[in-house]
């Protein structure tokens, strides 16, 4: 059974008037004076007839008309002038009396409890419509300012860790992508680079090229849930080790042996609930173990030089997804998606808005997280339907790919070159991203704020 | 049973799957070929390995294996 929060009516009787009184005024009951609210909660329970009503002794009754409040101001006030909906107390019923609560009637046959929702900030949520679309999300990253600094992508490779890239898709949107075949890898035979269904590596790919146009595609289909009944859009993390494993030896090649001088992986998935993993302590957990197989990949592929990205996630506490932990079980933002080494990615609409369901912080591996906000929820690639936004953090993350991968075709990695490291131009990327509202610094919710270019023409840090 | 992640040494260059297997103490028939011999930390020497569904691991630690979640994408969320 769940508590439902309720507004109940009730007349102005000296309890109720007593009760407004002395919690709104803070005034001490008189000698003899009607007992305080919380007295007189099991007579208005017992007056509704509802066995699961329970009132909040707390909330002092709220006068619902001028009169009523006089009762209250006016020491003396006689009481019993107005009638049954004189005041309004707020409580709780169990859901399993909702019905029954409808019956619940005064002398003239009006209710007398009525639905007390949850309201809050309006922010943007799963199945809202998209905000703003791909020509928002450009003049928010400044492409053009971009490409006057002949920042679009060129030389670099970006690497879609997700359930396949369809070429035809991106071609039909107007795009033209390049995809670096024999880089890309799958672990299941049959499924052919470039040609998976549309979907949302499709999407992934879409919105990495965004800001980076001329950025190389690598596909690295690796989430084809082979379980019975799985979706599509699953996999297991090993596959992901697998993909990893590869995109170690492609880094371990000599540079001239490759098409590209800088490697962006984008990694839109995680694991959405701690059930999925070990229990807490055992040696061998995921979410929080630094010493998991994966996690020392991620550490050791960015040691390598590659710029690696993860999707903050969708368990925001506004709108979480359905596979969240409820209650949620933090810290929300873990295993790689969480790892020291990686961009975390947090989602914001193109009104500039935290979404509703990306997740907050604090990260398992590292606190810090999300890192920095990027643009989600828009009208893109249509990727996942007509009219169906590109969302999820799952979209911000190749979001801001695309714009490392922009900055990486002007400032190539060279390992002889510190300033050039990963985290080195991690460091640089936060430092330039803008707080939409309130003070500059990380917060658990947009990290350093949402990616700005504007400083990108003077990245002294990283030259 | 369900496969097992498991991390295998080798000082210099990925070891062979009989190598692992070896080192293991298990047969090698025990081994997933598919994954194969996974680079996790080449300069340390560390590889991962994953057993066989159904292979049979009764007289190994259950603390010898590491976590393999699903893992979902974070896309349109449910």
């Known amino acids: 059974m769940v508590a439902v929060p309720v507004l109940f009516v009730t007349s102005d009787t000296p309890q109720v008037i007593g009760g407004a009184r002395a919690l709104t005024m803070q005034v001490a009951p008189a000698h003899n004076a009607p007992p305080p609210v919380g007295n007189i909660a099991a007579h208005l329970e017992q007056q509704s007839g509802l066995s699961s009503l329970r009132l909040d002794a707390d909330y002092a009754p709220v006068p619902t008309s001028t009169t009523a409040a006089m009762q209250v101001m006016t020491m003396g006030a006689a009481p019993n002038q107005i009638g049954p909906t004189a005041f309004a107390v707020r409580g709780t019923i169990d859901d399993s009396e909702i019905g029954s609560a409808g019956n619940i009637v005064d002398a003239n046959g009006d209710p007398k409890i009525f639905a007390d929702p949850r309201i809050g900030v309006s922010l943007t949520c799963g199945s809202d419509p998209p905000v703003g679309n791909t020509l928002d999300v450009r003049k928010h990253l400044g492409v053009g300012r971009l490409q006057n600094l002949s920042m679009d992508g060129s030389r670099t490779a970006i690497a879609i860790v997700d359930n396949g ?36 590596g499709t999407m992934c790919a879409y919105d990495a090229l965004i800001a980076a146009p001329k950025a190389t595609l690598l596909d690295y289909s690796v989430l084809q849930s082979t379980r019975a009944g799985g979706l599509s859009m699953s996999g297991l993390l090993s596959d992901a080790i697998l993909a990893y494993g590869k995109l170690l030896l492609l880094m ?93 990615v947090a989602g914001v609409d193109t009104n500039r808005s935290l979404v509703g369901y990306s997740s907050h912080g604090p990260g398992a591996l590292y606190p810090d997280k999300p890192d920095i906000s990027a643009y989600t929820h828009f009208l ?43 985290s080195n131009v991690k460091q640089f990327i936060l430092s330039c991203a803008v707080q939409p509202s309130g003070p500059s610094g990380w917060r658990n919710d947009l990290g350093h704020g949402i990616v700005d270019t504007n400083g990108f023409a003077a990245a002294h840090a990283i030259a | ?76 969320p449910e």
């Open chain 1, 380 to 422: 893109g690639s249509e990727a996942l339907g007509t009219g169906k936004a590109d969302s999820g953090t799952s979209a911000a993350c190749p979001v801001l790919a695309g714009v490392v991968a922009a900055l990486r075709s002007q400032y190539a990695f060279d390992p002889a070159l510190l300033q050039r490291s990963p």
């Open chain 1, 252 to 344: 371990a090649l000599a540079p001239e042996e490759r098409q590209f001088h800088s490697l962006v992986v984008n990694n839109s998935w995680g694991m959405y609930s701690w059930r999925w993993d070990f229990p807490a302590g055992h040696p061998g957990r995921y979410g929080d173990n630094p010493l998991h197989p994966f996690n020392r990949q991620v550490a050791t592929l960015s040691a390598s030089g590659a710029d690696i990205l993860f999707a903050a996630g969708n368990c925001g506490p506004i709108c979480p997804d359905s596979r969240c932990d409820r209650p949620p079980v933090e810290p929300i933002i873990n295993g790689a998606n969480s790892h020291p080494d990686v961009i975390t």
């Open chain 1, 165 to 200: 890239i369809n070429l035809d898709a991106l071609r039909s949107l107007g795009l033209r992508p390049k995809l670096d075949v024999a880089s890309s890898w799958s672990p299941r035979v049959g499924i052919i680079a470039g040609a998976a269904p549309v979907g949302h």
């Open chain 2, 1 to 76: 049973m369900a496969q097992d992640l498991l991390v295998v040494h080798k000082d210099s260059g990925a070891p062979s799957l009989d190598e692992a297997a070896r080192q293991l103490q298990m047969p090698v028939e025990n081994l997933d070929s598919s994954f194969g011999v996974q680079p996790i930390d080449p300069r340390a020497g560390d590889y991962a390995v994953m057993t066989k569904e159904g292979a049979d691991r009764s007289d190994a630690s259950s603390q010898d294996s590491f976590s393999n979640p699903r893992i979902d994408t974070f896309g349109p």
